[in-house]
């Protein structure tokens, strides 16, 4: 399994951008998963954002989060993407995404490499 996170940037506060992961090795579609956006903050821990897998109808979200983000997937695309609005300050950090082959959240068995999102005027 391979996972590969993009799409950080610098970004003002009020702005948005969408992260992407690309997964290799397993099948959104057919695969039984879970698969999660996880953040870490300069000197704060992981912290889990948000996740779907295949044993929840619906996405699990990081509650201060006040629905400014959205997790969604392309099955087409094996791509699973984090759509970030209204963006804080308190956003900044580095952004991974996660998957394991078992159907629970939160995943921490496969990792991808990261993504830098800087939140700044």
């Known amino acids: 399994v391979q996972l590969q996170a993009s799409g950080g940037g610098l970004v003002q506060p009020g702005g948005s951008l969408r992260l992407s992961c690309v997964v290799s090795?397993?099948?959104?579609?057919?695969?039984?998963?879970?698969i999660a956006w996880f953040r870490r903050a300069p000197g704060k821990e992981r912290k889990g954002v948000s996740c779907v897998s295949s044993i929840r109808a619906n996405p699990v979200y990081l509650d201060s989060l006040k629905g400014r983000f959205t997790i969604s997937r392309d099955n087409a695309k094996n791509t699973v993407y984090l759509q970030m609005n209204n963006l804080e300050p308190e956003d900044t950090a580095v952004y991974y995404c996660?998957?394991?082959?078992?159907?629970?959240?939160?995943?921490?068995?496969?990792w991808g490499q990261g993504t830098q999102v800087t939140v700044s005027s």
């Open positions: 090795g397993f099948n959104l579609a057919s695969d039984y998963h879970a």
């Open positions: 996660a998957a394991d082959l078992v159907g629970g959240c939160w995943p921490t068995k496969y």
